[in-house]
C-alpha cells in the first residue's frame, strides 16, 4: 500500500499557525498582563502547534512523523532544561550559604547608585567573555547585581537590561562560547575572522547602550540612593555570616568554564559547593530556615534549598522578598513554557511551514542590504516561531549559506549575521528558552526588561545599515585576488 504523497504547504498555510500564535499571544498578554508566561502563553503555543498538525494531516504527514518532529523538536531544548534546572538549585544554596548576600553585601558599599547600570553592564560584559556563557553570568553575577538594585531602589526592569546587555556582549565575543562557534560552523568562516568581524557591530551597538545607561543613572536616579541601606546591611549581618571567602563558589564556576568544562557539570558543582559552604559556615541560617536544629536538619536545609529554594525571615520585608529564591522547583513553570515552545518549533519545521516561509522571503531579495536584512529578520522571527536560539543560528545558516556564496560575500557576514539578531535577541522573547530563562533567573518579566536591552535592539538595527551601505562588508573575491598577487 503506497504512502500517501506529502505536500509542500501553500504560503496561506505557512504563515496561519504564525498568525494564529501571534493573535493567542497577544490576547495572552492583554488578559493576564506578566502572568501570562504563567500558564497562558503555554496554552497559545499549544494550541497554535494544533493549527500546524491540522494543516501537516492536511498535506499528507502521518500523525507519527508529526509526533516524531515534536520529540526532536523538545529534545533540542533538553540541554537548556537541564542546565535551567540546575540554575535553580544553585541560586537557591548560593543564596543559603551566604555566597548571594555577600555579594550583595560588598557590592552596596563599592556600587554607585548613579552609575549602577553601566558599571553592571561591564562587570557582566568581563564574567562572560571569561566564561562564555551568558546564562552562567546571569544566574550568579547577574543574580546579585538585581539584588543589589532592589537595595538600591533602582528600576529592576533597566537593571536587567543592562545584565543582559553585559552578558549577551560577552558571550557573543567570547571563543568559549557555543553561540560563537556554532555561527561560524553554519557559515563556512573561522571562528577567529568571525569574532574580528563582530567587533564591527557589537562594539558600536554596547558603547552607545552604555551612554544610554549612563544617561538614565544620571536623569533618573535611585528612589532614595544610599539611604536606608543600614537595614539592608543589619538585615544581612543579622542572618548570614558574611566574608571573602563565601565568593569562592563563584570564582570555582567561572574558573571551570574558562577552563572549558561544560555548563552542566560546572554549574552542578558550583550548586553543591553552595551546600557544602552552607552547611560549613550558615548552620544558624539553615536552622531558622528549617526551624530545627541537628545535623539531620542541617542535611535537610541544603536539601530544601537544592529542590525548592531558599525561603528568607529575615525580619526586613524587602530581604526576604529579595531572597526568597531559588530551587529546582522554581524552573518548572520556564520549563513548561519551553516545551510548549518547542512542540510548536518542531510541528512547524516536520511540516515544512518554516521552508515555505523561507522560500517567500528568499523571492524578495535583491541585494546585498535585502539579503543582509531578510537574515536578519529571519532570525528574530526564528526566534519567535522556533522559540530557540540555537534553531535562529541554524535554519537561517541553511536558508542563505548558498546564496551569500552566490553573491561572493565571506561567509563571516553571514556568520556575524546570524549573531546580530539570532543570539542576541533571544532573551527579548518572552517564550523562548532564553527570555523565559532570563526572566525566571533575574525575577523580572521579559516584556519589562526588554525596552532596556539596548544592545539587542541596537545590534540588528546597525547590522542592516552596514549591509545597505556596503560598510565591513567583506567579498570572498578579496581573498582570491590576494591569493592571485601572491601567485603573480
Not at 552604555?210 to 528612589?223: D, E, M, N, Q, R
Amino acid at each position: 500500500m503506497s504512502a500517501k504523497p506529502i505536500k509542500m504547504p501553500t504560503l496561506l498555510e505557512a504563515w496561519l499557525p504564525v498568525a494564529s500564535l501571534i493573535a493567542m499571544l497577544a490576547g495572552s498578554v492583554y488578559l493576564f498582563g506578566d502572568s501570562s508566561s504563567s500558564g497562558p502563553n503555554q496554552i497559545a503555543l499549544l494550541l497554535a502547534a494544533g493549527v500546524g498538525i491540522i494543516i501537516g494531516l492536511k498535506n499528507g504527514h502521518s500523525w507519527h512523523q508529526l509526533q516524531d518532529g515534536i520529540v526532536h523538536g523538545i529534545s533540542l531544548a533538553m540541554g537548556a532544561i537541564l542546565i535551567l534546572l540546575v540554575v535553580g538549585s544553585l541560586i537557591g544554596t548560593w543564596i543559603l550559604s551566604g555566597v548571594v548576600p555577600t555579594m550583595i553585601y560588598y557590592g552596596l558599599k563599592i556600587l554607585n547608585p548613579t552609575f549602577f547600570y553601566p558599571l553592571a553592564a561591564l562587570i557582566c560584559a568581563i564574567a562572560a567573555l571569561a566564561t562564555g556563557s551568558s546564562w552562567t553570568t546571569a544566574s550568579t553575577v547577574g543574580v546579585a547585581l538585581i539584588g543589589i538594585a532592589t537595595a538600591l531602589n533602582l528600576n529592576p526592569g533597566i537593571a536587567a537590561g543592562a545584565i543582559i546587555s553585559g552578558s549577551y556582549f560577552g558571550d557573543k565575543l567570547s571563543p568559549l562560547s557555543d553561540t560563537t562557534n556554532l555561527a561560524p560552523a553554519m557559515a563556512g568562516a573561522d571562528l577567529i575572522d568571525h569574532i574580528k568581524h563582530m567587533l564591527w557591530t557589537t562594539v558600536p551597538s554596547m558603547i552607545i547602550a552604555l551612554i544610554a545607561y549612563t544617561i538614565i543613572g544620571l536623569v533618573w536616579p535611585a528612589s532614595g540612593g544610599f539611604r536606608g541601606l543600614e537595614a539592608t546591611f543589619t538585615a544581612i549581618e543579622q542572618n548570614f555570616q558574611i566574608g571573602w571567602y563565601l565568593l569562592i563558589p563563584p570564582v570555582l564556576v567561572i574558573t571551570m568554564l574558562a577552563k572549558k568544562i561544560p555548563a552542566l557539570p560546572a554549574l552542578l558543582i558550583g550548586a553543591l559547593a553552595g551546600a557544602i559552604f552552607a552547611l560549613l559556615f550558615q548552620s544558624a541560617a539553615i536552622a531558622q530556615f528549617v526551624g530545627e536544629t541537628g545535623f539531620a536538619a542541617q542535611i535537610k536545609g541544603v536539601w530544601m534549598a537544592l529542590a525548592s529554594g531558599y525561603k528568607a525571615s529575615t525580619g526586613n520585608p524587602a530581604m526576604n522578598d529579595l531572597l526568597s529564591r531559588g530551587g529546582m522547583e522554581s524552573m518548572l513553570n520556564t520549563t513548561w513554557l519551553i516545551i510548549m515552545a518547542m512542540t510548536f518549533g518542531g510541528v512547524m519545521d516536520k511540516t515544512g511551514i518554516l521552508e515555505r516561509i523561507a522560500q517567500s522571503i528568499l523571492g524578495l531579495v535583491h541585494s546585498t542590504g535585502s539579503l543582509i536584512a531578510s537574515t536578519l529578520g529571519t532570525c528574530i522571527g526564528m526566534n519567535i516561531i522556533a522559540a530557540d536560539q540555537y534553531i535562529s543560528i541554524v535554519l537561517p545558516g541553511r536558508m542563505y549559506r548558498a546564496e551569500f556564496e552566490r553573491r561572493t560575500l565571506a561567509p563571516q557576514n553571514l556568520s556575524r549575521t546570524l549573531e546580530d539578531a539570532g543570539t542576541i535577541t533571544s532573551p527579548m522573547i518572552p517564550w523562548n528558552t532564553c527570555g523565559a530563562f532570563m526572566a525566571t533567573t533575574l525575577g523580572v518579566a521579559t516584556l519589562t526588561y526588554a525596552p532596556f536591552c539596548f544592545l539587542a535592539i541596537l545590534n540588528p538595527v546597525i547590522a542592516a545599515i552596514y549591509g545597505y551601505t556596503g560598510f565591513t562588508i567583506k567579498k570572498n573575491e578579496d581573498a582570491s585576488m590576494t591569493g592571485d598577487a601572491e601567485k603573480a
